[in-house]
C-alpha cells in the first residue's frame, strides 16, 4: 500500500466511521502499562507449545516453531498436512484470512460500513467471488482434497473460540460493529484470493488509461513518446534467440518470424474522463491491495554450479510488492515425515494466509521463483450503450444483468444491478454510480482511437466502457500450485505451469542435479488487427479475442550456455518472436544491472556464493544517475545549485540511505518528472512513476532540446531543456535545504526515503495510538525506483516508499541447510507479538536468516513444538 500523502488520507476518511468512537479507549488502553492492557493484546496470541485434540486429523502433527515463529509442521499424509496449515494460518493470521475474503467477496461494508459501499460495488461488478465459486467446479480431485483440509483446519481454530481471542483487531472492531459474526472457511474463500494477485499483476490497464489521459491533454504523438520501445539494443530480454517451429517454441535457434502487428492511434481519444473514473475506481482497491501498475516488479536469477563456489546452482527471488503490515507472506514447511502415495510433500517456502501450499520457495529436489511477466491480458472496451443493450456488428444486443445486494454495517443494504457485455462487465458503471468519480465525457471520437476500420457509432448519450481481462474467465489455476508442490523434475515443473492461467509470472527453476531453467506461463490472448495498448471499439468484431498462445508457443529455455539465468520484469524474448505478449514491459534497468553483475563476477572468475547473491539482492545503482549526472555536471548551474551539484562529482551512483548525493540526486529527479509530465496532464490517475520506464524517455528526449516535453508546464517561460534542468536543480536544492539544512554534505536519501507499515485496516484511521499500536516505521532505505534494491517511489507524491521487495531469498541447491531468506515484517499478525515485527531491521539492512531444512538444523533451530492428536471418538 502505498505512503504517500493522497492515499492516507482517503483512507482516513475510510475509517473514522468506525473508530470515532474507539480512540479515547485504545488511549486508555495503550497508555496504560496494567495488566489488564497486556492480557487485552496477548490474548490472541497462539499456542504453541502443548498438546491440542482436533476432530478432523486422522493422525499425529507437530508443529516445529523456530525463534521467528517460523512452523514447520510434520505429518503422515498431505490431508493432515492440509489440516495443520489451515489451523497454522489461522493461529497467526485469521483476521488478515477474514479481511481477505471480504475483499474477493465484495463484502467489506459488512465489516467496515458504508464508506466501502463503492468498493464492494466495484467488487461485485468484477465478480471475482462468483468465478472463484465455478472455479471449483474445474479443480483436480487433489486440489479440492488440499483445499477441504485446508478449510477445516481454519475451522477448527474458529470452533467456539470467541473473536477477541482470535486477534486484537476484533476487539477494535466489536467496539463500533458488535454484531459481526466470523463466518466458517469455505474453499472458495482461498480460491478467490488469486483473483486479487491476479488484480495486483495485471498487466498494463493503467497504461492503457495513461496513454489516453496524456493524448487528450498533449497530443497523440507526445502519447507515445512516454512509451518508447523497450531498448533490446541495450538491455537484453530474458531469452535470446529460439524460434516457434510446428506449434512448439525450441530454445535457442534463430527464428525469422515477423513481429506481431503494432496499430498506431491516428487522433486524440476524448474518453478521458471516463477512462479516469474507471482508473479512480480500480485505485479503490489500493488500500486494500496496495498499488499496481508501473513498478510492481521484482527480481529473480539462477546461476547454475559451473559458475558456483559449490558446482550446485544458487537461486534468488525478491518480489516487489505494495508494503504491508504484516507482510503478505508467512514463512513455512510441510514435511512427511516418511513418503507415500498418502503423504508426498516436502517443502518449505513462503506461504500465504489463506490459501493451502507454498507460492514459492523449495523441495527436496529443485527450488523456484517467480516475477510479474506483465503480459497485456486485459482490453478496455468502448461500448455503445442503449437502455438495457448495447450494439455490436450492427444488431442490437441484450445486457447481460444480475442484481447484487450489499450489506452495510450499521445502515441499510444497498442494491446495485451489475450489468455486461460479451465482452465483460461494465466497469465504467460503478465509476458513474459513485459520487467521488468523474462522469461519463461528453466527447469521443468515431471512430473510436487508432482503428480507423471500425464502423461508425454516434456516441449519443456516451461510451461505456467493458473490461475484457483474462482472469474473468474460469480456470483451474490453483491447480498449478498442488502441482508446483508435488513436482519432481523440470518436466513436472513445466506441467504445472501449463495450467497456471493467471496471474503469468516467469517461473524460474534450479535443482539438485545442477539443472537451471524458466517458463513463461499463463493465458496470453491473441488479437486480431489491434494490439491492445488502447481502448478498442467494442461494436465491431474485428477487435475481439480470437484465442490464446498456445503453451507449447511460450517461451523456456534449460541450460542456457552461459550458465545464468535473470528475469526482474524486462522483456521476455527479442521482437522477432512472432506471437504478441505485450509492448509495456519494464524497461529493464533493474534486470540489466543484474545481468551486468553476474557476467562481470565470472569474467573476474570469482565463483558466486550465497553471499554474492544477497549482495546483488541489495544493490542501490542507479541506471537513470548513471547516465543523466555526467551531463548535469557540465551544465552551468546557478549559485544556489552549485554546492548540491558539487555533490554529484564523483558519485558512484549508489542510493544508499547515507547519500547526500542520492538525496539531491532524486530531489532534482522529482522536481523534473512533475513539471515535465505531471503538471501538464492536471491530472491524479496519470501521475508519472518515476520509474525506468521515464528513465527511458528523458534519455531518448535528451538530444531534442526543444522539444515539447522539455516545457515547464509549471512556470510558462520556462521552456526547453536546459531551462527546466536548471529550474530542477535550483528547486531540488531549495527544497532539500528547507528539509534537511543549509550543508549539502549533511543531506541524507534514508531521511528522505521512509517506509511506513500500515496494517491495512486499523493501521490508517487518523487516530495515533491505534497507528501506533498496528503500524511500524517510518524505517529509512536505500535504493529506488529501476533499481535492484527496489524501493519504489512516486514523485508527486513525495519520496516514501510506496513498493518494496516483499522478501528475499536465496536458495543453495547444494545443501538447504546454507540457503536464506527474510520477510519485510514477522511471520505474525498479532501485534506486539514477538514475530509480528522481528525481521524488520534484517529486510532494512540486507540481513538474512538462516532457513533450517533438514531434520537436525530443525531441531536445532526449533524455540516451540505443538502436538495436534486426533480428537478421541465421542469427545
Same mark, same amino acid.
Given at each position: 500500500m502505498t505512503t504517500t500523502e493522497t492515499t492516507p488520507a482517503r483512507k482516513?476518511?475510510?475509517?473514522?466511521?468506525?473508530?470515532?468512537?474507539? =480512540?479515547?479507549?485504545?488511549?486508555?488502553?495503550?497508555?496504560?502499562?496494567?495488566?489488564?492492557? @497486556?492480557?487485552?493484546?496477548?490474548?490472541?496470541? &497462539?499456542?504453541?507449545?502443548?498438546?491440542?485434540?482436533? +476432530?478432523?486429523?486422522?493422525?499425529?502433527?507437530?508443529?516445529?516453531?523456530?525463534? %521467528?515463529?517460523?512452523?514447520t509442521i510434520y505429518g503422515d499424509?498431505? $490431508?493432515?498436512?492440509?489440516?495443520?496449515?489451515?489451523?497454522?494460518?489461522?493461529?497467526?493470521?485469521?483476521?488478515?484470512? #477474514?479481511?481477505?475474503?471480504h475483499i474477493t467477496a465484495g463484502r467489506l461494508a459488512e465489516m467496515f460500513g458504508e464508506s466501502q459501499v463503492p468498493t464492494d460495488s466495484f467488487l461485485r461488478t468484477l465478480g471475482w467471488r462468483r468465478i472463484a465459486e465455478e472455479e471449483l467446479g474445474l479443480l483436480s480431485d487433489h486440489s479440492l482434497d488440499m483445499l477441504?483440509?485446508?478449510?477445516?483446519?481454519?475451522? +477448527?481454530?474458529?470452533?467456539?473460540?470467541?473473536?477477541?481471542?482470535?486477534?486484537?483487531?476484533?476487539?477494535?472492531?466489536?467496539?463500533?460493529?458488535?454484531?459481526?459474526?466470523?463466518?466458517?472457511?469455505?474453499?472458495?474463500?482461498?480460491? !478467490?484470493? %488469486?483473483?486479487?494477485?491476479?488484480?495486483?499483476?495485471r498487466g498494463n490497464m493503467s497504461d492503457e488509461i495513461a496513454r489516453v489521459v496524456y493524448a487528450s491533454t498533449t497530443s497523440i504523438d507526445q502519447a507515445e513518446q512516454v512509451f518508447p520501445p523497450y531498448p533490446y539494443d541495450r538491455n537484453?530480454?530474458?531469452?535470446?534467440?529460439?524460434?516457434?517451429?510446428?506449434?512448439?517454441?525450441?530454445?535457442?535457434?534463430?527464428?525469422?518470424?515477423?513481429?506481431?502487428?503494432?496499430?498506431?492511434?491516428?487522433?486524440?481519444?476524448?474518453?478521458?474522463?471516463?477512462?479516469?473514473?474507471?482508473?479512480?475506481? !480500480?485505485?479503490?482497491?489500493?488500500?486494500?491491495?496496495?498499488?499496481?501498475?508501473?513498478?510492481?516488479?521484482?527480481?529473480?536469477?539462477?546461476?547454475?554450479?559451473?559458475?558456483?563456489?559449490?558446482?550446485?546452482?544458487? %537461486?534468488?527471488?525478491?518480489?516487489?510488492?505494495?508494503?504491508?503490515?504484516?507482510?503478505?507472506?508467512?514463512?513455512?514447511?510441510?514435511?512427511?515425515?516418511?513418503?507415500?502415495?498418502?503423504?508426498?510433500?516436502?517443502?518449505?517456502?513462503?506461504?500465504?494466509?489463506?490459501? &493451502?501450499?507454498?507460492?514459492?520457495?523449495?523441495?527436496?529436489?529443485?527450488a523456484w521463483g517467480f516475477t510479474n511477466t506483465g503480459p497485456d491480458v486485459t482490453d478496455l472496451v468502448l461500448t455503445k450503450v442503449e437502455g438495457d443493450s448495447y450494439e455490436y456488428d450492427g444488431q442490437i444486443v441484450p445486457l447481460t444483468t444480475r442484481t447484487e445486494t450489499i450489506k452495510v454495517a450499521g445502515g441499510d443494504p444497498v442494491e446495485i444491478t451489475v450489468r455486461s457485455t460479451d465482452s465483460g462487465p461494465l466497469i465504467s458503471d460503478v465509476a458513474e454510480a459513485g459520487d467521488t468519480f468523474v462522469m461519463v465525457g461528453e466527447d469521443a471520437p468515431v471512430p473510436a482511437p487508432g482503428y480507423a476500420s471500425a464502423p461508425e457509432v454516434p456516441r449519443d448519450g456516451g461510451y461505456a466502457v467493458a473490461l475484457r481481462w483474462t482472469a474473468l474467465t474460469p480456470a483451474p489455476t490453483f491447480d498449478a500450485f498442488a502441482l508446483l508442490n508435488n513436482a519432481e523434475d523440470f518436466t513436472g515443473?513445466?506441467?504445472?505451469?501449463?495450467?497456471?492461467?493467471?496471474?503469468?509470472?516467469?517461473?524460474?527453476?534450479?535443482?539438485?542435479?545442477?539443472?537451471?531453467?524458466? @517458463?513463461?506461463? =499463463?493465458?496470453?490472448?491473441?488479437?486480431?488487427?489491434?494490439?491492445?495498448?488502447?481502448?478498442?471499439?467494442?461494436?465491431?468484431?474485428?477487435?475481439?479475442?480470437?484465442?490464446?498462445?498456445?503453451?507449447?508457443?511460450?517461451?523456456?529455455?534449460?541450460?542456457?550456455?552461459?550458465?545464468?539465468?535473470?528475469?526482474?520484469?524486462?522483456?521476455?524474448?527479442?521482437?522477432?518472436?512472432?506471437?504478441?505478449?505485450?509492448?509495456?514491459?519494464?524497461?529493464?534497468?533493474?534486470?540489466?544491472?543484474?545481468?551486468?553483475?553476474?557476467?562481470? @563476477?565470472?569474467?573476474?572468475?570469482?565463483?558466486f556464493t550465497v553471499a554474492d547473491m544477497q549482495s546483488i539482492q541489495m544493490d542501490s545503482w542507479s541506471a537513470n544517475a548513471d547516465f543523466l549526472v555526467p551531463r548535469l555536471v557540465e551544465m552551468p548551474v546557478s549559485d544556489q545549485a552549485t554546492p548540491a551539484v558539487a555533490l554529484l562529482d564523483g558519485w558512484d551512483y549508489q542510493q544508499t540511505r547515507e547519500s547526500a548525493a542520492a538525496a539531491y540526486f532524486n530531489a532534482f529527479w522529482r522536481q523534473l518528472i512533475t513539471r515535465m509530465f505531471d503538471a501538464k496532464t492536471g491530472t491524479e490517475f496519470t501521475t508519472a512513476s518515476g520509474d525506468d520506464q521515464y528513465f527511458e524517455v528523458i534519455r531518448r528526449l535528451w538530444d531534442v532540446p526543444n522539444d515539447p516535453w522539455w516545457d515547464d508546464a509549471t512556470t510558462p517561460e520556462t521552456e526547453g531543456r536546459d531551462a527546466v534542468i536548471a529550474a530542477s536543480l535550483d528547486a531540488a536544492a531549495s527544497e532539500l535545504t528547507g528539509l534537511q539544512g543549509d550543508d549539502p554534505s549533511a543531506w541524507r536519501w534514508g531521511a528522505l526515503h521512509t517506509l511506513?507499515?500500515?496494517?491495512?485496516?486499523?493501521?490508517?484511521?487518523?487516530?495515533?495510538?491505534?497507528?501506533?499500536?498496528?503500524?511500524? =516505521?517510518?524505517?529509512?532505505?536505500?535504493?529506488?525506483?529501476?533499481?535492484?534494491?527496489?524501493?519504489?517511489?512516486?514523485?508527486?507524491?513525495?519520496?516514501?516508499?510506496?513498493?518494496?521487495?516483499?522478501?528475499?531469498?536465496?536458495?543453495?541447491?547444494?545443501?538447504?541447510? !546454507?540457503?536464506?531468506?527474510?520477510?519485510? $515484517?514477522?511471520?505474525?499478525?498479532?501485534?506486539?507479538?514477538?514475530?509480528?515485527?522481528?525481521?524488520? #531491521?534484517?529486510?532494512?539492512?540486507?540481513?538474512?536468516f538462516p532457513w533450517a531444512w533438514s531434520e537436525q538444523a530443525i531441531d536445532e533451530s526449533a524455540e516451540a513444538t505443538l502436538t495436534l492428536v486426533p480428537a478421541a471418538e465421542g469427545s
Open positions: 482516513r476518511r475510510t475509517w473514522r466511521w468506525v473508530l470515532g468512537t474507539i =480512540g479515547v479507549v485504545l488511549l486508555l488502553v495503550v497508555a496504560t502499562a496494567s495488566s489488564f492492557a @497486556q492480557w487485552t493484546v496477548k490474548r490472541s496470541w &497462539p499456542q504453541t507449545e502443548g498438546q491440542i485434540e482436533l +476432530a478432523g486429523l486422522a493422525s499425529t502433527v507437530n508443529v516445529v516453531r523456530d525463534d %521467528l515463529g517460523i512452523p499424509s498431505d $490431508t493432515d498436512l492440509m489440516f495443520a496449515q489451515g489451523y497454522v494460518h489461522a493461529q497467526d493470521r485469521f483476521w488478515e484470512m #477474514d479481511v481477505r475474503r477441504d483440509a485446508y478449510a477445516s483446519g481454519v475451522n +477448527a481454530y474458529l470452533d467456539g473460540r470467541p473473536k477477541v481471542d482470535i486477534s486484537l483487531e476484533y476487539t477494535v472492531l466489536s467496539l463500533q460493529n458488535p454484531d459481526y459474526v466470523i463466518e466458517p472457511w469455505v474453499p472458495a474463500d482461498s480460491v !478467490a484470493w %488469486l483473483k486479487a494477485l491476479a488484480w495486483d499483476l537484453r530480454p530474458i531469452i535470446e534467440g529460439g524460434s516457434v517451429t510446428d506449434g512448439a517454441y525450441i530454445p535457442d535457434s534463430v527464428t525469422s518470424a515477423s513481429a506481431a502487428m503494432s496499430v498506431m492511434p491516428q487522433e486524440v481519444p476524448a474518453i478521458a474522463d471516463t477512462l479516469l473514473a474507471i482508473g479512480a475506481t !480500480a485505485e479503490l482497491l489500493d488500500p486494500w491491495l496496495g498499488p499496481s501498475g508501473d513498478g510492481i516488479g521484482s527480481n529473480s536469477w539462477a546461476v547454475s554450479g559451473q559458475h558456483t563456489q559449490t558446482g550446485l546452482p544458487i %537461486l534468488a527471488n525478491d518480489p516487489h510488492l505494495g508494503p504491508a503490515m504484516p507482510s503478505l507472506w508467512f514463512q513455512s514447511g510441510l514435511r512427511c515425515r516418511t513418503a507415500s502415495p498418502d503423504c508426498t510433500l516436502q517443502v518449505a517456502g513462503w506461504t500465504m494466509a489463506g490459501l &493451502p501450499g507454498v507460492f514459492i520457495g523449495h523441495t527436496d529436489r529443485f515443473f513445466r506441467e504445472a505451469a501449463r495450467v497456471l492461467a493467471v496471474p503469468a509470472q516467469n517461473l524460474l527453476y534450479a535443482d539438485i542435479d545442477g539443472n537451471i531453467g524458466y @517458463q513463461m506461463p =499463463g493465458v496470453v490472448p491473441v488479437r486480431s488487427g489491434y494490439d491492445g495498448k488502447w481502448p478498442v471499439p467494442g461494436w465491431s468484431s474485428d477487435f475481439s479475442w480470437t484465442g490464446q498462445i498456445p503453451f507449447d508457443e511460450l517461451p523456456w529455455t534449460y541450460n542456457p550456455a552461459e550458465g545464468w539465468i535473470v528475469t526482474a520484469n524486462q522483456a521476455v524474448i527479442g521482437p522477432d518472436y512472432p506471437n504478441f505478449i505485450t509492448d509495456d514491459w519494464s524497461y529493464g534497468s533493474r534486470s540489466q544491472r543484474i545481468v551486468d553483475l553476474i557476467a562481470g @563476477q565470472i569474467a573476474d572468475g570469482r565463483p511506513l507499515l500500515q496494517n491495512a485496516t486499523l493501521g490508517s484511521s487518523g487516530i495515533r495510538p491505534i497507528e501506533m499500536l498496528f503500524n511500524r =516505521g517510518p524505517i529509512e532505505t536505500a535504493g529506488g525506483s529501476g533499481i535492484v534494491n527496489a524501493t519504489g517511489w512516486t514523485p508527486s507524491e513525495g519520496y516514501e516508499v510506496n513498493w518494496v521487495p516483499s522478501m528475499r531469498q536465496v536458495v543453495d541447491l547444494s545443501n538447504f541447510d !546454507a540457503s536464506t531468506w527474510v520477510n519485510l $515484517t514477522g511471520n505474525s499478525g498479532h501485534a506486539y507479538n514477538p514475530n509480528y515485527s522481528d525481521q524488520i #531491521d534484517a529486510w532494512q539492512t540486507g540481513e538474512q
